[in-house]
């Protein structure tokens, strides 16, 4: 079993710099957890909270029901991935991974087992008699995943691993650590990362930090389909979801909305009573599920004044009318040559409309 518990759990500087508050999350064994949040949200500070390396300002922080608060992290079982890697550089890759069950003062065959399952787990088995500086930064990373491997903690901790990799190394990583959790279907793991291609394919549920706190926690496809706010609206996804000002026309099982900018009328899918009727909304659409009509019911409508051909979809770019909005961004599949300067008028289906009824809430009922 390693199952996590932050309750209303609070992290201060000086007591008077505050960095998160009320957290409050459930980690189930086997899960994978990752959080992610712009920068300086306190996802790396909150990681290193877990691990006992940041003092608990407030709340109670569990592992398997025993509170962890003043447990030092050597006695946590806990082992931590980290972003530089970490490693001895005069030491050899079978040195590196068989440090800490030295320092244990486990038996040669037991640590020469565990080390070589590691080793063949991570396909580092002919690399075990090299330095650090003789292995490229993928490899360098696995060693240091079979590092903590060999340790067998009740909780992993990754720091955003793949950062310092080049792309086509982060996406052969990223694969091996989806399948290394596979591997292991009962261990714990809390992952941080800012890059949301790595929070949707990993993830058994996303944490999105914000504002000091959590703005919302479930599923990759939960976060995508069903934000709760709109800075997980527009967190989630990219490009980001496409945000237009509007007011409800109509009420009942589907809701209309007659949007500002571009000046169309859309039905959502969204239960609205009559009291709702000439609020002010947010008319959410994802990029990717706009559509180009010519019917009278319709989202946007604009000139187009950038295009980005990208092979299998074309991004289309229209100004924003309003001040200090970003412009509406449209995918439209396949390849569309010559269309900047084309006036498009742009909608979406029903189920695919998201309303915000302030920045905070989604009009749902």
């Known amino acids: 079993m390693s199952e996590l518990k932050l309750v209303d759990v609070a992290k201060t500087y000086g007591g008077t710099v505050e960095v998160l508050k009320h957290i409050d999350l459930d980690i189930k064994t086997g899960e994978l957890i990752v959080f992610v949040g712009p920068s300086g949200c306190g996802k790396s500070t909150l990681l290193r909270m877990i691990a006992g390396l940041e003092s608990i300002s407030g709340g109670e922080f569990f592992i398997d029901g025993e509170l962890m608060n003043n447990v030092p992290p050597a006695q946590r079982g806990i082992a931590m991935v980290f972003q530089s890697y970490a490693l001895y550089p005069h030491m050899t890759v079978r040195d590196n991974m068989s440090f800490a069950l030295k320092l244990a003062k486990k038996s040669k065959a037991e640590i020469d087992a565990a080390v070589n399952k590691a080793a063949q787990t991570l396909q580092l088995t002919e690399y075990l008699d090299r330095l650090p500086k003789a292995l490229s930064g993928g490899q360098r990373q696995r060693v240091a995943i079979g590092r903590s491997i060999v340790r067998d903690p009740k909780v992993y901790l990754f720091d955003e691993p793949l950062s310092n990799l080049d792309a086509a190394l982060r996406v052969a990583t990223r694969i091996e650590i989806a399948q290394l959790k596979e591997s292991m279907p009962n261990s714990t793991m809390v992952y941080v990362t800012h890059d949301q291609v790595e929070a949707m394919t990993l993830a058994s549920r996303i944490v999105v930090l914000a504002n000091k706190g959590i703005a919302q926690v479930g ?97 289309i770019y229209f100004p924003n009318t309003q001040a200090d909005q970003a412009p509406i961004i449209a995918k439209l599949p396949g390849i569309h040559r010559d269309v900047r300067g084309d006036t498009m008028r742009m909608t979406a289906e029903p189920g695919k409309i998201h309303l915000f009824h302030d920045a905070t809430s989604l009009l749902y009922r």
């Open 219 to 315: 599923t990759p496809l939960e976060l995508y389909e069903r934000p709760r706010n709109e800075f997980v609206a527009q967190f989630i996804g990219s490009p980001a979801m496409n945000l237009m000002a509007g007011e409800i026309t109509q009420t009942g099982k589907t809701t209309k909305v007659r949007t500002e900018n571009g000046g169309g009328t859309v039905t959502a899918n969204v239960p609205t009573t009559e009291a709702d009727k000439g609020l002010s909304v947010n008319v959410g659409i994802r990029p990717e599920d706009m559509t180009q009509t010519d019917g009278k019911d319709y989202a946007f409508e604009g000139t187009i004044n950038i295009s980005e051909a990208l092979g299998e979809v074309t991004q």
